[in-house]
């Protein structure tokens, strides 16, 4: 998995161009999902169809992943499945679609967009996404994208919002095809998910951030952030980039702007990346 993934939700009639781009800029990590109600998979196809065909770089250069996402994380007017199938055949539908949308016959990793909610903290668990405990409808869920795996349609499994270390205990303790991805806000209000990230880091799973950037505006702003990007000449969101990385942390970016991602980019391909946290 490369340092650094570049994300594609809310891009709308931008995502080709976007991820076009963003691959051409040196981005070999990408983020979709089969979700039309916040991310425009078509368009990731779109441009790795040209990638290959305009500028030589393969799909096998690549990694890619999408998400099977739940019924209640879709649009009601627009579900890519039918949303009266069984849960195993929702999955494999919207497996189906993700391939035809990505024209490849594989992604490098298939993610559930969040665990399904027990009956009784239904409504709580679709505002916060949030699982306390593992529920059945969860593990028939991943069972069915297991078998997705075994037929080499994806290359590995995960997880994304899931914020209890007992659910994510119970799903990789569960599975015969263990979560290899954890993504998940990273933020204060979860502590920074400390000891999912250590049950990760234990069990070789790759936690990756999202709204690293915009969730954490008190960190770019704070004393310690400023003084090291004017030590180093870095931005403050490089200082906090490099700060995650050097911890373990995969972050998604889902910039638009080109300036930005180079210096992504710049912080990701940097070996030197430690430099940029406070001495212990």
Not at 26 to 36: H, K, L
Not at 59 to 87: C, E, H, M
Not at 228 to 254: D, H, M, R
Not at 264 to 278: H, I, K, T, W
């Amino acid at each position: 998995m490369p340092p650094v993934v570049y994300g594609t939700a809310w891009k709308k009639e931008r995502t080709e161009e976007l991820v076009l781009k963003a691959v051409l800029e040196g981005f070999r990590g990408i983020d979709t999902a089969c979700q039309p109600k916040h991310y425009f998979e078509p368009g990731v196809g779109r441009a790795l169809l040209r990638l290959q065909q305009q500028h030589n770089i393969p799909r096998s250069q690549l990694w890619v992943q999408t998400k099977f996402t739940p019924v209640r994380g879709q649009d009601p007017n627009n579900i890519p499945y039918d949303p009266n199938a069984p849960l195993e055949e929702q999955v494999v539908q919207s497996m189906t679609r993700s391939l035809a949308n990505l024209h490849t016959d594989y992604v490098d990793a298939l993610v559930l967009h969040s665990p399904l909610p027990t009956h009784e903290m239904a409504s709580r668990a679709a505002l916060l996404f949030v699982s306390l405990t593992l529920d059945v409808q969860t593990m028939r869920v991943w069972r069915a994208m297991e078998n997705l795996c075994e037929e080499g349609k994806a290359r590995s499994l995960g997880i994304s919002n899931c914020y209890s270390l007992s659910a994510l205990k119970d799903l990789h303790s569960s599975s015969r095809v263990k979560p290899t991805i954890l993504q998940n806000r990273f933020y204060r209000d979860s502590n920074f998910d400390k000891e999912l990230r250590e049950f990760c880091t234990q069990h070789g799973i790759t936690y990756q951030s999202f709204w690293t950037l915009t969730a954490n505006p008190d960190i770019l702003s704070s004393r310690a952030v400023k003084s090291l990007s004017n030590k180093y000449n870095k931005t403050p969101e490089q200082v906090l980039f490099a700060f995650v990385q050097a911890i373990g942390i995969t972050p998604l970016t889902g910039t638009s702007s080109t300036g930005h991602m180079r210096e992504d980019l710049d912080v990701a391909q940097s070996e030197g990346s430690e430099l940029f946290l406070p001495s212990s």
